[in-house]
């Protein structure tokens, strides 16, 4: 944790490369949490292009007593996607979520038991393409990326007890919706 | 609950690929934030250097407005002669005097000439145009009269003619 405040004092004072730390150690999270958001490939690249970039224009402005960075981080990816279904009104089909899932997942099987794994993931992807914005918030940071409840709270502007609740609820709906997607 | 969780979280296998991770990543490393996003901080000599520029610039400004309001003041009377009310009336009272008498002149010479025609037209048809001479006229009808039996010229070449 001190590392990563010494690397965000060194990007507030112009230094590009302990940024290029920053964005190693978050890229991963942020494309996950957007690409899980906007399911489709170039576009969360795009949006986690954009995600950095502004928070590499607005790390000025970052105060590390508030919130963590990471939580910050999320908000502005957050706000970016919350814009991008703004301006863009998206018509997606199944056969369009079909097929994006097969382009997100698309890393080589190495054997059969990774096969199940996969098509077990397709499915817990789908499922979690169907709960609402904020429990699919919750679900991704709390247990695809693993941030604590005070993170999570803070990245989605709630407090850590409707966290709480939402991750429950979540967790409930999609238990219910790969039961019925498995009995359908 | 434990498996679903155990799935959710196998699908942190998801990761950018290694080519959008290097060209993002070249825009933070090959630059410095201050270069792109904020103004650069300026030296004292840099300081007075853009003083002296926006010196000049509002000196330029200056001489160039202040100049041609100078030029404006110079040829440019403060009041116009010919916005001058009095002044314009008496111009005013000239033309029309002016115009007044070249319609009394207009007026004197048609009247005049007038005059002049209807004299000639009385006098040419109360006297016989005093240039015609009556006796050239008479002679000359007397010549061109078919019936006048004494023009023996004609009586000669009818004889030629008969015979």
């Known amino acids: ?184 | 609950m434990e498996p679903i969780l155990k799935t959710i979280r196998e699908l942190r296998a998801i990761q950018p690929s290694d080519e959008f991770r290097t060209r993002t990543r070249l825009l933070f490393t090959t630059s410095s934030r201050m270069g792109i996003f904020t103004y650069p901080r300026l030296s004292f000599l840099q300081t007075f250097h853009v003083a002296a520029a926006l010196t000049a610039t509002a000196l330029l400004v200056t001489a160039v407005f202040g100049g041609s309001h100078y030029l404006k003041q110079a040829f440019i009377p403060k009041t116009f002669v010919g916005l001058n009310n009095s002044e314009l009336l008496t111009e005013a009272n000239l033309l029309q005097n002016d115009i007044d008498i070249n319609l009394q002149e207009a007026d004197y010479y048609t009247k005049d000439s007038r005059r002049t025609v209807a004299a000639a037209l009385q006098e040419a048809f109360v006297t016989s145009p005093g240039h015609l001479n009556a006796s050239v006229i008479e002679r000359e009808m007397r010549a061109f009269t078919i019936e006048d039996p004494t023009n023996e010229e004609i009586n000669r070449l009818l004889e030629q003619a008969t015979l």
């Open chain 1, 1 to 184: 944790m001190q590392d990563e405040r010494e690397l965000i004092q060194r990007s507030k004072e112009g230094e590009g490369e302990a940024f290029g730390l920053l964005y190693d150690l978050y890229l991963p999270k942020i494309y996950r949490f957007v690409l899980f958001k906007v399911n489709h490939r170039e576009e969360a690249e795009d949006l986690t292009h954009q995600t950095f970039m502004q928070a590499w224009e607005k790390i000025g402005t970052y105060v590390h007593g508030d919130f963590p960075f990471s939580s910050w981080l999320y908000r502005i990816a957050r706000n970016l996607v919350i814009d991008h279904y703004r301006k863009s009104k998206p018509t997606v089909s199944i056969e369009t979520i079909e097929v994006s899932e097969e382009r997100v997942l698309s890393y080589e099987p190495s054997n059969a038991a990774r096969l199940d794994l996969e098509q077990e993931q397709a499915a817990v992807f789908r499922a979690i393409q169907k709960l609402t914005p904020s429990q699919q918030d919750v679900i991704i940071m709390r247990f695809v990326d693993e941030l604590s409840l005070k993170e999570t709270a803070a990245a989605i502007h709630k407090s850590e007890g409707a966290v709480k609740l939402l991750q429950h609820r979540a967790l409930m709906n999609l238990k219910k919706l790969l039961r019925d997607g498995t009995n359908s």
